[in-house]
Every structure is written in structure tokens, then in C-alpha cells.
């Protein structure tokens, strides 16, 4: 099992930037894909990015690319999800994600959640 908590949410203006970091409370991280979601008031959950266990690949949603990037610290037992050129669609709660050995990183399939942090992009 892995507990997991989001940190790095903020109020920003639109063209900034932040850092959200997930740290994770069980053994074997290394083991877990892991993937950043996000929900919006009044939309569905969606996916932004996820890396995976194994082999360092990683996916990006269309909205995204070229202005996220995910990375990991297996030493640190943390994932972080750098965000440059902040829009005001970003505005979202993010979510932080994790799955022992999946294969399957951009559904909604994962184990285990955290509680969110807030993004908030003003224009």
C-alpha cells in the first residue's frame, strides 16, 4: 500500500509557474506507475500526466505538452509535475495517482489517491 500527498498548489497569474510534488508513504515506489489528474468545477476528472514504474516513459495530455513536465525521485519517494506557462484552463484541484507494476497510465484505473492540492491561474 502507499499513502500519498499533493504540495505546491497556489494562486498564480497566467504565464507563471509551479512545482507540485507528491510524496509517497510506502516501500517499493520505484514499483509504481504513478499519474497527475485533475478536476475542474463542474467537469470530469481528467488526465494530465503519468510516468511510468518502469523505463522512465512518460505521457502527457494534448492540453499539456510542451508546458508540463513530469519527473520522479525514487530516492525520495516523491513525483513532481513542473508547470511552466500557466493558462487559466489550468485552474484545477490536481490529483496525484499510483498503481503497483501498471502498465496502464493514462486511465483512471490506479489504486491510490491523494486528497489534492489547488491550482489556481488568474488572467
Known amino acids: 500500500q502507499v499513502q500519498l500527498v499533493e504540495s505546491g498548489g497556489g494562486l498564480v497569474q497566467a504565464g507563471g509557474s509551479l512545482r507540485l510534488s507528491c510524496a509517497a508513504s510506502?516501500?517499493?515506489?520505484?514499483?509504481?506507475?504513478m499519474g497527475w489528474f485533475r478536476q475542474a468545477p463542474g467537469k470530469e476528472r481528467e488526465f494530465v500526466a503519468g510516468?511510468?514504474?518502469?523505463?522512465?516513459?512518460?505521457y502527457y495530455a494534448d492540453s499539456v505538452k510542451g508546458r508540463f513536465t513530469i519527473s520522479r525521485d525514487n530516492a525520495k519517494n516523491t513525483m513532481y509535475l513542473q508547470m511552466d506557462s500557466l493558462k487559466p484552463e489550468d485552474t484545477a484541484v490536481y490529483y496525484c495517482?499510483?498503481?503497483?507494476?501498471?502498465?496502464?497510465?493514462?486511465?483512471?484505473?490506479?489504486?491510490?489517491w491523494g486528497q489534492g492540492t489547488q491550482v489556481t491561474v488568474s488572467s
Open positions: 495517482a499510483a498503481r503497483y507494476r501498471s502498465a496502464l497510465v493514462t486511465t483512471s484505473s490506479y489504486d491510490y
Open positions: 510506502g516501500r517499493s515506489f520505484s514499483s509504481y506507475t
Open positions: 510516468i511510468r514504474w518502469s523505463g522512465g516513459i512518460t
